[in-house]
């Protein structure tokens, strides 16, 4: 958990429940979100680094999807959904009327709960983006560096042209990272990308968040205490009181998150006493 | 409240270490009387004592691991679990200072003592005193409370240190000005120096309960003292 290129400058996480990095690819300020009437999320402001992993906990309800949805605009995909605040990426806000979502997801892409690949071949899942974005590359050079990135190429590479549908549940989720990765994305959202998985897969899937980081920055939403304190460099930590509206209430290094928290909810989320 | 369970399970276990530190106490009190009175019989219970003790450490160890598997604890769960494991291990070698006090007294025989014993049953009796303290620190998990008795005992085990060099520098003289004292001489350094290591591992203990406390870990009472003194 190197913080060599991303020095914090401030250590007062609880009081300001903010790390300060130096050269942060997102910078989220006040963010908040409504459903119709109704207050999700409010007032969360946090940054993350650069080629880092970032675990997104909290209890069931606090926000947590709601605010990685904010990340790459898959929010406007929902009726009622109202953005306030800003979501600072490469210097602009997201949410600025002359940015195109649909750009902003190839960079910052998603992969969800429950695998979704298309029902087409694994090549033509893996080269669906780079086809789409009309990209001048090698498909078949990027169909295979993608893959092995996801750590499965060994695994289908003498059967590209099954049906993604036709491969396991794990290896669907990693064709799924494989189609993220082949349009070179800044950052991948990921919401539980595990919890529907066996241990094995879930096992293989941890490995490679953790190899693709080096390239990638990561940020993940996972209920599992275990797999946030394996995986992530930073934990932020979400809650909701009584008026269901999600808040930060801690983010900090994985080390200080999961051995002491600074804030007794977390303390109490993550040994399990609430939540 | 979620993981009742869990915590009930987590009581038992400390219970079960403060049994066990009463048990070293005990035999620490025990093996210097026995010393002290040149009882063998005594010592000889302190012995087993000692094999009782050893059975409660691995019992313990047995329960920790159980609720490592079962609960995967993180954070101050974690660090509760963690800190009894350690601390069982210290009472165990604190038990095993007793038990060679025990045997100290079987080995000098039937002799009488050089001298009366004075220092090492104060020895004994403020070490005693360390480890209640650093335990009673451990059960309350309270910060506030922490720095002064962290003080406290390492002011007492300077106080242990002091005597165990009385102790010695005194018995050096005896065996200088009669060399057929050797024997008798060092086994009571033996027992003084016994004393003065059960000392320095309740002064462990408190340095584990820290570390349960507040989460940060470190290496000698130095840097413990350095924290209180900020």
């Known amino acids: 958990m190197s913080t060599d290129n991303n020095q914090i400058k401030s250590k007062e996480i609880s009081e300001e429940k903010i790390i300060d990095f130096t050269n942060p690819i997102i910078e989220i300020n006040n963010l908040s979100v409504k459903y119709g009437n109704s207050l999700a999320i409010e007032n969360v402001t946090f940054s993350v680094p650069e080629k880092k992993v970032i675990a997104l906990i909290g209890p069931s309800g606090c926000g947590k999807s709601t605010l990685i949805r904010c990340i790459n605009r898959m929010n406007d995909l929902i009726p009622n959904a109202k953005v306030t605040g800003n979501v600072l990426f490469e210097d602009q806000n997201i949410y600025d009327n002359n940015v195109d979502a649909t750009e902003i997801r190839y960079k910052i892409g998603m992969v969800f709960q429950k695998p979704n690949p298309f029902p087409k071949s694994i090549y033509d899942n893996v080269a669906f983006g780079p086809r789409v974005n009309g990209l001048n590359v090698n498909l078949d050079e990027v169909v295979e560096n993608s893959l092995r990135k996801a750590a499965l190429w060994d695994e289908v590479k003498d059967r590209l042209n099954d049906s993604g549908l036709d491969i396991s549940g794990g290896q669907q989720q990693r064709l799924c990272i494989a189609r993220t990765l082949a349009v070179n994305p800044e950052i991948i959202l990921m919401d539980e990308p595990a919890s529907a998985l066996d241990p094995i897969s879930t096992q293989s899937i941890e490995n490679l968040i953790k190899e693709i980081s080096k390239d990638v920055t990561i940020i993940i939403v996972t209920h599992n205490m275990q797999q946030a304190a394996r995986i992530s460099d930073y934990a932020l930590v979400m809650m909701s009181g009584e008026e269901r509206i999600g808040r930060l209430i801690e983010y900090g290094e994985n080390k200080q998150v999961f051995d002491n928290p600074k804030d007794e909810r977390t303390e109490a989320y993550v040994t399990g006493r609430i939540g | ?230």
């Open chain 2, 1 to 230: 409240m979620a993981r009742e369970e869990f915590d009930k399970e987590l009581s038992i276990l400390e219970s079960q270490l403060v049994i066990m530190s009463g048990m070293v106490e005990d035999a620490l009190l025990r093996s210097v009387k026995a010393l002290k009175n040149r009882d063998i019989d005594q010592s000889q219970r302190v012995i087993e004592l000692d094999d009782r003790i050893d059975l409660i450490e691995v019992e313990i160890e047995r329960f920790c691991v159980d609720l490592i598997r079962k609960e995967a604890p993180i954070a101050s769960d974690l660090r509760r679990i963690i800190t009894i494991l350690q601390i069982s291990n210290e009472l165990e070698r604190m038990g095993d200072y007793a038990e060679g006090i025990g045997k100290i007294n079987i080995m000098m025989g039937p002799e009488p003592l050089l001298k009366e014993l004075i220092d090492i049953p104060e020895m004994g009796n403020i070490s005693v005193d360390m480890l209640k303290k650093s335990i009673n620190i451990f059960m309350k998990k309270e910060m506030e409370n922490l720095n002064e008795t962290a003080t406290e005992i390492n002011e007492l085990d300077n106080k242990v240190d002091s005597l165990n060099e009385k102790i010695v520098t005194e018995l050096l003289e005896i065996v200088k000005n009669d060399s057929s004292k050797a024997e008798k001489a060092t086994y009571l350094m033996w027992a003084s120096h016994n004393i003065e290591r059960f000392a320095d591992r309740s002064t462990n203990i408190l340095e584990r309960a820290f570390y349960l406390v507040s989460g940060d870990s470190f290496h000698g009472t130095t840097e413990l003292q350095k924290h209180i003194d900020s």
